[in-house]
């Protein structure tokens, strides 16, 4: 059976813009030879690289990947709107295109008018358009608007009027790029089900998306793009995993990083006391008057000190990035320079707005301070994070009993939290919901 999209080892090549080897003109160019061929690597941008797969009809397929990674590219190629420089590609049936906001719309004529220049660019007659106008213009919401120039409308009414065409002309291939964001969420449950209605009339969708629950739900096929190259495809929840692993392992390269680039920072620019005069200046050892308005930063007398930290995951590994539900394990390395017999370890928990979450210490839980010298190490467990997605910061610290600071961490440590569960504030707590017999709900696949 004949696929509705086939594309064949596509590669999309643009020049980069810079002054030098510019051709003055279109003629010069062509007497010249090739306008990308003979440019350098450093003068070429490969938006596509070897991209192959196929559509089958009927097929609802999901393309995914960071912002830059060749999505919108691809689309542009199935479209037609730009060719590719190497490769083939061919669709089967009508091509109805929802690629950019308001492509195609004149701003300074109406949208009624701008319905049947769009329908007719489409492949639709005048009289087929006629026939339709009044379902597109309901679909779009725009009854009130439909006469006012475009250039009057706002992002969401683009959008909802470009949609409202370009499912309305019966294509056979729809393509679709990330427009649905700015759509409210009564018009964005109108589009997915217009969606479903597609799909049970067996036509084909090619979708580019950065939701990837959309993805999974009403995809049958994906693609995983990254940096014009295929990684996955095939499965969408197969491709939507790996996607997943892969933005996590970046995040938490970046997490790292930060925090590195932190800690430097905290431990140059903390006031030095010699850790072998306890009775050293307390004035360069006090905390900030109000903890919770202080910025990140160390400070301490450093006669106990925390030499390393790192966040421990279930595997046992440090990282940065966690999933709701997980354990995590503080781990602090300590050196008291001298036996000490008066010190507090503690630990706070703050959000990415500075909103304290949680704050302990062995003081406050009853642990009573005997001794410590040398080296060693402080281990705070935590058994689940019951926290909702975001990220969190850290505070740690050693201290006398009267608070007097030791060494001090102040919002130097960083993780990340990730859950497929969309929930509002920062603590996710344990619940259950239990129904009466005449109230029902049907659980959604996972």
Same mark, same amino acid.
């Given at each position: 059976?004949?696929?509705?999209?086939?594309?064949?080892?596509?590669?999309?090549?643009?020049?980069?813009?810079a002054?030098r080897?510019?051709?003055?003109t279109?003629?010069?160019? $062509?007497?010249?030879?090739?306008?990308?061929?003979?440019?350098?690597?450093?003068?070429?941008?490969?938006?596509?690289?070897?991209?192959?797969?196929?559509?089958?009809?009927?097929?609802t397929?999901?393309?995914?990947?960071?912002?830059?990674?060749?999505?919108?590219?691809?689309?542009?190629?199935?479209?037609?709107i730009?060719?590719?420089?190497?490769?083939?590609?061919?669709?089967?049936?009508?091509?109805?295109?929802?690629?950019?906001?308001?492509?195609?719309?004149?701003?300074?004529?109406?949208?009624?008018?701008?319905?049947?220049?769009?329908?007719?660019m489409?492949?639709?007659?005048?009289?087929?358009?006629?026939?339709?106008?009044?379902?597109?213009?309901?679909?779009?919401?725009l009854?009130a608007?439909?006469?006012a120039?475009?250039?009057?409308?706002?992002?969401?009414?683009?959008?909802r009027?470009?949609?409202?065409?370009?499912?309305?002309?019966?294509?056979?291939? $729809?393509?679709?790029?990330?427009? $649905?964001?700015?759509?409210?969420q009564?018009?964005?449950?109108?589009?997915?089900?217009?969606?479903?209605?597609?799909?049970?009339?067996?036509?084909?969708?090619l979708?580019?998306?950065?939701?990837l629950?959309l993805?999974?739900?009403?995809?049958?096929?994906?693609?995983?793009?990254?940096?014009?190259?295929?990684?996955?495809?095939g499965?969408?929840?197969?491709?939507?995993?790996?996607?997943?692993?892969?933005?996590? #392992?970046?995040?938490?390269q970046?997490?790292?990083?930060?925090?590195?680039? #932190?800690?430097?920072?905290?431990?140059?620019?903390?006031?030095?006391?010699?850790?072998?005069?306890?009775?050293?200046?307390?004035?360069l050892?006090?905390a900030?008057?109000?903890?919770?308005?202080?910025?990140?930063? #160390?400070?301490?007398?450093?006669?106990?000190?925390?030499?390393?930290?790192?966040?421990?995951?279930?595997?046992?590994?440090p990282g940065?990035?966690?999933?709701?539900?997980?354990?995590?394990?503080?781990?602090?390395?300590?050196?008291?320079?001298?036996?000490?017999?008066?010190?507090?370890f503690?630990?706070?928990?703050?959000?990415?707005?500075?909103?304290?979450?949680?704050?302990t210490?062995?003081?406050l839980?009853?642990?009573?301070?005997?001794?410590?010298?040398?080296?060693?190490?402080?281990?705070?467990?935590?058994?689940?994070?019951?926290?909702?997605?975001?990220?969190?910061?850290?505070?740690?610290?050693?201290?006398?009993?009267?608070?007097?600071?030791?060494?001090?961490?102040r919002?130097?440590y960083?993780?990340?939290?990730?859950?497929r569960?969309?929930?509002?504030?920062?603590?996710?707590v344990?619940?259950?919901?239990?129904?009466?017999?005449?109230?029902?709900?049907?659980?959604?696949?996972?």
């Amino acid at each position: 059976m004949t696929p509705a999209i086939d594309i064949v080892n596509v590669s999309k090549i643009y020049r980069r813009y810079a002054r030098r080897k510019q051709f003055a003109t279109l003629k010069s160019a $062509l007497l010249k030879g090739s306008l990308v061929r003979d440019l350098q690597p450093d003068e070429t941008f490969p938006a596509l690289r070897g991209v192959s797969f196929q559509v089958p009809k009927g097929c609802t397929y999901g393309i995914i990947g960071r912002n830059g990674s060749g999505k919108s590219t691809l689309l542009k190629c199935v479209a037609g709107i730009t060719r590719p420089s190497e490769g083939h590609i061919q669709v089967d049936g009508r091509i109805s295109a929802l690629i950019e906001l308001g492509a195609g719309f004149h701003p300074e004529i109406s949208g009624r008018e701008n319905v049947f220049i769009n329908g007719i660019m489409l492949g639709l007659s005048k009289r087929e358009i006629a026939r339709r106008f009044d379902e597109i213009v309901e679909f779009a919401e725009l009854e009130a608007f439909i006469d006012a120039p475009v250039k009057t409308y706002s992002s969401g009414m683009y959008m909802r009027l470009g949609f409202a065409v370009a499912v309305h002309v019966d294509p056979d291939v $729809l393509l679709v790029d990330e427009v $649905l964001a700015v759509g409210d969420q009564g018009f964005t449950h109108k589009c997915l089900d217009k969606f479903a209605d597609f799909r049970r009339r067996n036509k084909t969708i090619l979708l580019v998306t950065h939701s990837l629950d959309l993805v999974e739900k009403f995809c049958d096929r994906a693609l995983w793009l990254d940096q014009g190259k295929t990684r996955a495809e095939g499965d969408p929840r197969r491709s939507v995993a790996s996607y997943i692993v892969d933005v996590e #392992r970046a995040e938490e390269q970046q997490l790292a990083k930060d925090e590195g680039t #932190r800690v430097a920072q905290a431990v140059s620019e903390a006031p030095m006391v010699s850790p072998l005069l306890p009775e050293g200046p307390v004035e360069l050892a006090e905390a900030p008057a109000d903890m919770f308005r202080a910025t990140e930063g #160390r400070w301490g007398s450093r006669e106990i000190e925390i030499t390393a930290v790192s966040l421990v995951g279930p595997d046992g590994e440090p990282g940065h990035v966690f999933h709701t539900g997980e354990s995590m394990e503080v781990r602090l390395k300590v050196r008291a320079h001298q036996p000490m017999r008066d010190f507090v370890f503690g630990f706070g928990l703050f959000n990415s707005d500075g909103v304290c979450c949680y704050g302990t210490n062995t003081n406050l839980e009853d642990l009573e301070a005997s001794d410590i010298a040398g080296e060693g190490e402080v281990r705070f467990q935590i058994e689940s994070l019951k926290l909702v997605e975001g990220t969190y910061k850290i505070d740690l610290a050693v201290h006398r009993m009267d608070g007097y600071p030791y060494d001090y961490h102040r919002l130097l440590y960083a993780f990340r939290v990730k859950s497929r569960t969309k929930d509002m504030g920062i603590y996710r707590v344990d619940h259950r919901w239990t129904f009466t017999k005449n109230i029902r709900f049907t659980a959604k696949p996972v």
